[in-house]
């Protein structure tokens, strides 16, 4: 039994008066609370009751130490009246971070909902394709690509993330539709970079037969550490670019787009993975990561954003 149960067990005793009253209530023999009140009173260091054969008191220090045993008690059942409370009416606020493209695209509807729904909570949104120190900072949960490279936190797998290769309609027109690794690298390129990451290169298939990744260095154009620019540049037949699936804001038909090497194999993306600080979330986050997978759809709806791409990389 830990420290807290036996200050609880100790509020019993004062309350009831009696060792046999309390080993009635917790249904476990007289010796047992004895025992546990010997334990305790060894813990602390100090005796709490006087025992005769017709009544128990509380010594000074008893006294003392059973005012701060209602304290906890009273603390512990306002902690589960909380937990509770999260369960028939969520309320509190959550700290969250993202990146970038997957926060405009799929977070902020998630959070927009969770708020109409649950209007005694608040949120506060962080997007930024940097890595924050989520515990030092604050952050009840951080969505990221790949799993997290600090012990301290808890990483859960949250969502598939493929590659693509695209380029516009009107790119192919002008450069021709490149047929080996060797032409594409060939041809302009728009890339992803920050300053933790340069995607200037492609892991990609030598050959259509093979399995084996190979890493090609990309010609860039135009380097870009916002994806939606990065986008805007492909659609005017800027260059071609890698994108996560999970940067796709819609079909790419609709921005006349189209694949390329869909005939040779891909690396992936990385997973999309939620990180917290702990391993119990509490009912408000766990509410927040179904609201966020209710937005984003089983499997995810950027997998519809190209025809038959299971088929494809």
């Not at 969505?143 to 598939?160: E, Q, T």
């Not at 300053?195 to 260095?217: D, T």
């Not at 992936?268 to 997978?293: M, S």
Request: hydrophobic share 40%; with cysteine.
């Amino acid at each position: 039994m830990d420290l807290a149960n036996k200050l609880d067990l100790l509020c019993d005793i004062v309350q009831y008066g009696s060792f046999t009253k309390v080993a009635d209530l917790h249904n476990v023999d007289r010796s047992v609370i004895s025992k546990q009140v010997k334990a305790l009173e060894t813990e602390l260091g100090v005796r709490l009751l006087n025992r005769s054969t017709r009544a128990l008191s509380l010594t000074s220090a008893g006294t003392s130490i059973y005012q701060q045993a209602q304290a906890v008690r009273e603390a512990l059942l306002t902690t589960k009246k909380l937990a509770e409370s999260f369960h028939d009416s969520p309320k509190g606020k959550l700290k969250v971070t993202g990146y970038t493209a997957f926060g405009q695209q799929y977070l902020r509807k998630a959070i927009n909902q969770f708020l109409l729904k649950y209007p005694e909570t608040e949120i506060e949104l962080v997007l930024d394709d940097k890595r924050f120190d989520i515990i030092n900072e604050g952050f009840d949960i951080a969505f990221r690509i790949g799993p997290s490279r600090d012990s301290n936190l808890i990483a859960r797998k949250f969502a598939p993330n493929n590659l693509a290769i695209l380029a516009a309609k009107s790119f192919i027109s002008e450069y021709g539709r490149p047929k080996t690794v060797d032409e594409l690298i060939a041809l302009p390129a728009v890339i992803y970079a920050n300053n933790e990451y340069n995607l200037g290169k492609l892991s990609i298939a030598n050959s259509a037969n093979s399995s084996e990744l190979i890493k090609r260095q990309m010609a860039p154009r135009f380097t870009s550490n916002d994806v939606g620019s990065m986008l805007d540049a492909v659609k005017e037949g800027i260059g071609y670019a890698q994108f996560a699936m999970s940067t796709i804001t819609r079909p790419i038909e609709e921005d006349n787009l189209t694949t390329l090497l869909t005939d040779h194999k891909l690396a992936d993306a990385g997973e999309i993975y939620a990180l917290y600080p702990h391993r119990n979330q509490t009912p408000l986050t766990n509410l927040f990561l179904d609201e966020v997978k209710c937005v984003i759809g089983t499997p995810p709806i950027w997998k519809s954003y190209i025809d038959n791409y299971a088929n494809l990389y």
